[in-house]
């Protein structure tokens, strides 16, 4: 592919994405009866008032979710299971070991069928994968067979629930490189990459030790690791996938200091107004559950940031993007920016099971 011919867009832009994982993102760290619990039921309450502040600000989002999540049942979830799967070295990553309910009714923090339903019917936003089980792809024990295994299972039950997926988040941001060919074939355009700093590399959990935390935790107020701006010609890969790397986590609000808030959004913002002025692109990204506990001053934080956005919209003419937007815009792709939806139906699936 000819990425000398590919125009690049006259604009900056906005991406958001967001981490829909419930209980399946921590069930290693914390239990389901831990105090975190209360940030993960508070996340359903969440999601509904962060589409609202999305619908009045016209921004588009990229909702990562996890497969496990679009199973109605325990039955679902075990029909649209792979045969091969992860043998991780630390058994506490398997996620088929963990004990379930049997319908997101008995048991909400594992199952979320009605939260996606109701994120795919707002405007502008879509469903991409966290891959089906939560997958570990720098772990010990994974392998490549296993992985595309388990991204076959959650595109199909997304499509039988009449989602196409298009794009994928790495949970843990563990992007493992020699990957991408089972992305090209599973029909991902898109995937959100690591920050280029040697603190944001994709690793394994046992190597995100204090030396690499710190400095994480530290540049989310001060620059440490320079510019978050991405270019546009950084995006298409030789491959034809998309790289729509992270720029910046959000974090959730904190109850020390009141200047820290201050601190932390002013760098958000910087980074919203360089890519406007620049023409390129910020991504912004957090989970759900961040906003599960104090979720009034997490939400004020979130409209000071696309109040931002919002400016700059009017000043520099910035555009809110989705990840597969971005990947439509340098592909030259002749489709829809909006993500497709296909029919439920899901013989040739169930065929195979």
């Known amino acids: 592919m000819n990425q000398q011919a590919i125009q690049k867009p006259s604009f900056g832009a906005l991406v958001i994405s967001l981490d829909f994982e419930l ?6 760290k914390c239990a389901v009866d831990a105090p975190y ?3 993960l039921l508070g996340a359903r309450k969440a999601i509904p008032r962060i589409l609202n502040l999305f619908e009045e600000f016209d921004v588009a989002a990229t909702w990562a979710t996890v497969g496990f999540l679009f199973a109605e049942s325990r039955q679902e979830r075990e029909k649209f299971s792979p045969i091969v799967r992860p043998r991780y070295a630390d058994a506490r990553l398997n996620a088929y070991a963990e004990p379930t309910g049997e319908t997101e009714k008995d048991d909400p923090l594992h ?5 996606i339903s109701h994120i795919a019917n707002r405007p502008r936003q879509e469903i991409a994968t966290h891959t089906f089980s939560h997958y570990y792809c720098q772990e010990p024990g994974e392998t490549r067979d296993a992985f595309a295994a388990d991204l076959s299972s959650a595109i199909a039950i997304a499509q039988h629930h009449g989602i196409n997926v298009r794009s994928i ?3 843990r941001n563990q992007f493992r490189p020699g990957y991408e060919h089972v992305l090209n074939q599973a029909g991902i355009v898109c995937y959100r990459g690591n920050e280029p700093h040697w603190m944001y590399q994709p690793r394994p959990r046992s190597k995100e030790t204090l030396a690499v935390r710190a400095p994480r935790l530290l540049d989310h107020y001060l620059s440490v690791s320079g510019s978050k701006v991405i270019g546009w010609d950084e ?3 030789s491959n034809g996938l998309c790289d729509v790397r992270s720029s910046m986590f959000l974090r959730p609000y904190s109850t020390g200091p009141k200047s820290l808030e201050s601190i932390r959004l002013r760098r958000i913002a910087n980074g919203i107004r360089s890519a406007a002025e ?3 692109i910020f991504h912004l990204w957090w989970h759900p559950h961040n906003f599960g506990v104090n979720t009034n ?5 979130l409209r000071s940031v696309l109040e931002v956005f919002s400016r700059c919209r009017q000043t520099h003419a910035m555009k809110s993007l989705s990840m597969t937007e971005v990947a439509s815009l340098v592909s030259n792709a002749d489709e829809s920016l909006e993500p497709a939806v296909v029919s439920s139906s899901n013989s040739s699936w169930e065929q195979e099971l």
Request: charged residues 25%; negative net charge.
């Open 37 to 39: 619990r209360e940030n």
């Open 111 to 115: 199952y979320a069928m009605s939260l």
């Open 278 to 280: 620049q023409r390129g």
């Open 235 to 237: 995006i298409l890969q």
């Open 169 to 171: 988040v790495f949970p």
């Open 297 to 301: 001053e997490n939400l004020d934080f």
């Open 23 to 28: 209980h399946w993102g921590v069930r290693d």
